[in-house]
Every structure is written in C-alpha cells, then in structure tokens.
C-alpha cells in the first residue's frame, strides 16, 4: 500500500499542466466522481478496520489536498498567453446581443402585475385538456358547436382529449382542489381550429381570472374589468353587451372604443353558473363568483397597433425587437 501511495504522490509531484485541457484530465484522473484514484481510495477506506481507516485515511486526504492545490495554481496561469502569443487582450470584445420579451409575454407580465394588486394570485393549466376540464365542468352541452372536430383540435376520441380551447378549463382545475373564497389568475395558449388570417390563427392567448367569495356581485365583476380595463389602457370607453356563455349567468362580452378600430370585443365575462360550482362541489346558496376571459393579442393589438395576429407568430426577430417592457 505504502508503495502505491508513493508512486500516486511522485506523480501528482511531477505534474505540469500545459492547457486547461490537461488540467481537467488530471483532476478526474484523480479526484473524478467514479473512478477518480482517491475517490475509489476513499471508497475503500470503509472496509478497513477503525484504527487502520485514521491512518489511511489521513494518508489519502493529504494527496487530495496535494491535487487541490496543484489545480488551483494551476487555474490562475494564464495557459491561453503561453499558448498563443498572438493573443491581443486590448482588441474590443465582440458585443453580445442581449433579446428582448415577446410583445404577448409583455401583456401577459402587464396583466399578472395589474391584477395582482387587487388581490389575484397566478395559476397555471394544462394545454392538453380531457373533455371534463374543458367541456362537461363547464356546462358546455353535448351539441355544443366547440365540441365538434372542425372547431376543436382533438387529440383522440373516445376518451375525449383536446387541445383547450379556452383557459376556463383552469377554473374547473383550481377550483375542484381548492375551496372558497378564490381569487385566482391565470394566462396562457388556447387552440381552436379556425381560418388563418389577419384576425384569426389557430393558437392565440387568453388571460382568465376569477372570483369566488360570499356575496360575490355583478358589480364586482364590472369594477375588476372597469379597473384591468383602465390599467392597461388609460380612460376608454367601455360597453358591456349582454351575451351568452354556458358557464357564466348573467354573461357578457366587453367591448373597449379606439380611434384605430372603433368598438373591439377583448373579452367575455359573467357571473359563473351555479350549475358549474356544483360540479366542482361549492355550495352555491353559500357562493357566489365571477370570472372573465380576455384575449391577450386583442390587448396587444390596441396597445401596439398591430392588427395582423399572424407576425406576432413569425418569429422575425426585426419585428419582434422593438417591443420594451416599459410597464
Ligand atoms: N371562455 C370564454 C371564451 O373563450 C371567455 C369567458 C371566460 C367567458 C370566462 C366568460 C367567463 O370565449
């Protein structure tokens, strides 16, 4: 034993590093994880008896402190100057480009933060969704147009599985784990299967938040709109327009005036159906709630002005670069 570890100290002794190549060689060579030298020396030392395990031990923590040290100075000579004496450290440094947030990201951060304030905490769901989640839950009868293929993405039949076709889905998610009172947000991707073009595309996102409490109100739900709404546009002309969801009574669809497009439809909203809280088993004559979904490139096209959905997609990196996260 006494000869191998001298013949182990000899060559740590005798080692010079030419590269860091060298050098990460030597230091596996000995210290590596599974078959380092002094790691499979360490690993031995558990089978010796007590007395003999100080002795030995001590031995081969002293050889680990040996390469240690040989690395360490090593790593400080500058092997790229003994390498390469072309090296000139004075030439300018290529400059990095440093990427910007996608225009959708810099929404959906500016709604997160807006609704934050009022108490929403940030969930998130699955893209793939079964039928329950997206469909039954949420009251959406059997002949429902959503439910056919040429509207939804299906990814099997039979059990049904879809790519979600809104983020209500979440809604039923959240709130089969968690009892009331909830207050609760959350954005993502929702796919259905519509005509490209300038308005339309197969993948958009959507921001859903929800509440429900004791005594939840319509005029709540139109003071949490009238508050996102304002937040992320300044004064505008709200109109509420009556309309129909299956999971929200009374519904409605929210429609915001600019110059640029007259009235736009950025979202629907209601008061959730007690229909849909007993599927989640909450008690109905106890709460109350409201939610609202709200399309994120429809926000983002008032803000930037952008009326072509498709380019936020494209990934052209020209476009893409002008947008700032100022908010
Ligand atoms: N899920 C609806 C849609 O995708 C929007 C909505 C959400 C409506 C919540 C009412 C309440 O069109």
């Not at 009892?179 to 595309?201: A, C, H």
């Not at 709630?289 to 952008?306: D, S, T």
């Amino acid at each position: 034993m006494d000869q191998k570890v001298d013949q182990i100290k000899k060559e740590i002794n005798c080692f010079h590093a030419k590269n860091y190549e060298d050098l990460e060689a030597f230091r596996i060579k000995f210290l590596g994880k599974k078959k380092g030298i002094l790691t499979v020396l360490f690993k031995k030392l558990k089978k010796l008896p007590i007395h003999e395990r100080k002795i030995f031990g001590n031995v081969i923590n002293d050889l680990k402190k040996k390469v240690q040290k040989k690395i360490q100075i090593d790593h400080s000579k500058n092997f790229i100057k003994d390498e390469d004496e072309n090296f000139d450290p004075t030439i300018p440094g290529k400059s990095v480009v440093i990427g910007s947030l996608h225009p959708i990201s810099i929404i959906k951060n500016r709604i997160i933060d807006v609704l934050k304030k009022i108490g929403f905490s940030y969930v998130e769901g699955p893209e793939i969704e079964d039928d329950w989640h997206n469909f039954t839950a949420l009251n959406i009868p059997i002949d429902h147009p959503s439910r056919d293929m040429q509207d939804t993405f299906f990814l099997c039949k039979n059990p049904d599985i879809v790519l979600r076709t809104h983020t209500s889905s979440v809604q039923i998610r959240y709130m089969k784990k968690n009892s009331p009172p909830s207050r609760v947000l959350s954005v993502g991707k929702v796919y259905r299967n519509e005509t490209i073009s300038s308005r339309s595309y197969f993948m958009f996102h959507q921001a859903e938040g929800f509440y429900i409490d004791k005594k939840v109100s319509f005029s709540d739900l139109k003071q949490t709109i009238h508050y996102l709404i304002t937040s992320l546009f300044g004064e505008v002309k709200i109109r509420f327009r009556p309309s129909y969801f299956p999971f929200t009574e009374p519904s409605a669809e929210v429609d915001i005036y600019n110059n640029h497009t007259g009235w736009l439809e950025i979202m629907g909203c209601g008061m959730i159906d007690p229909e849909v809280l007993k599927n989640v088993n909450v008690d109905s004559e106890i709460y109350s709630g409201f939610a609202f979904g709200i399309g994120i490139e429809r926000v983002a096209l008032l803000i930037y002005q952008i009326d072509d959905i498709r380019i936020y997609f494209d990934n052209d990196i020209r476009f893409l670069r002008q947008f700032q996260s100022d908010f």
